[in-house]
């Protein structure tokens, strides 16, 4: 038997009360929660996105017509295989080449006529010694970190990273060889929107 029973109904609207109390304050934090969560995964999503910028211009960087002057040793390369340059040319200090055998002996600022003659463009040349720029056998993340570093890339800022791959005519010969030499397949003007593109989201990096 209850003795008092106002007492207990009290009681039970207090308890009512405390619960809906509850309720009410886990169900903000929960949005809050997941809203963060939310944010976070928008975060790195983004940065992945961005990253995903770069990976898709890669392509381009690794044909033979780039991939051959950003070689691995001391020398250019020649072909769609990749194979030495012939006559054992050679880097030199400057990128230009050593004693008689420098770039411009043979390549001038223009395509010879005729297939397979020497391909030319203005200042043809090697990256430096100083600063190699080797891109051959090295990851997607180790390029783009070297591109965007003044020490590895001869001191240039993004934006004369971002000047060079658009608009040097060293690199536009890439996608004009002259004859027996395949031109870069990617178009220029996709090539230079997705090298914006990744500049303007602050030239982030692949994982790997």
């Known amino acids: 038997m209850i003795r008092n029973p106002k007492a207990v109904l009290v009681s039970l609207a207090v308890l009512i009360v405390a619960l809906m109390l509850a309720s009410g304050a886990a169900a903000p934090a929960a949005k809050n929660?997941?809203?963060?969560?939310?944010?976070?995964?928008?975060?790195?999503?983004?940065?992945?996105?961005?990253?995903?910028?770069?990976?898709?211009?890669?392509?381009?960087?690794?044909?033979?017509?780039?991939?051959?002057?950003?070689?691995t040793g001391d020398y250019p390369r020649q072909g769609d295989d990749g194979h030495p340059h012939a006559m054992n040319v050679r880097r030199g200090a400057g990128g230009m080449g050593v004693t008689s055998q420098k770039c411009v002996t043979?390549?001038?600022?223009?395509?010879?006529?005729?297939?397979?003659?020497?391909p030319g463009?203005?200042?043809?040349?090697?990256?430096?010694?100083?600063?190699?720029?080797?891109?051959?056998?090295?990851?997607?993340?180790e390029v783009?970190?070297?591109?965007?570093?003044?020490?590895?890339?001869?001191?240039?800022?993004?934006?004369?990273?971002?000047?060079?791959?658009?608009?040097?005519?060293?690199?536009?010969?890439?996608w004009s060889p002259g004859e027996g030499r395949s031109p870069v397949s990617m178009p220029q003007a996709e090539f230079a929107a997705k090298v914006k593109a990744w500049a303007a989201a602050g030239a982030p990096c692949p994982a790997r």
Request: with cysteine; hydrophobic share 35%.
């Open 144 to 174: 783009c970190e070297e591109l965007k570093d003044p020490k590895q890339n001869g001191g240039r800022s993004l934006q004369k990273i971002v000047e060079h791959m658009t608009a040097d005519k060293l690199v536009l010969w890439g």
């Open 33 to 71: 929660n997941a809203t963060a969560n939310n944010s976070n995964a928008s975060v790195g999503d983004a940065k992945s996105g961005d990253a995903a910028t770069f990976t898709a211009l890669v392509p381009v960087l690794r044909h033979p017509r780039c991939l051959n002057c950003h070689s």
């Open 121 to 141: 463009a203005p200042n043809w040349r090697l990256p430096s010694a100083r600063t190699p720029m080797i891109w051959r056998d090295r990851s997607d993340k």
């Open 106 to 118: 043979c390549h001038q600022d223009h395509n010879l006529a005729g297939a397979h003659l020497p």
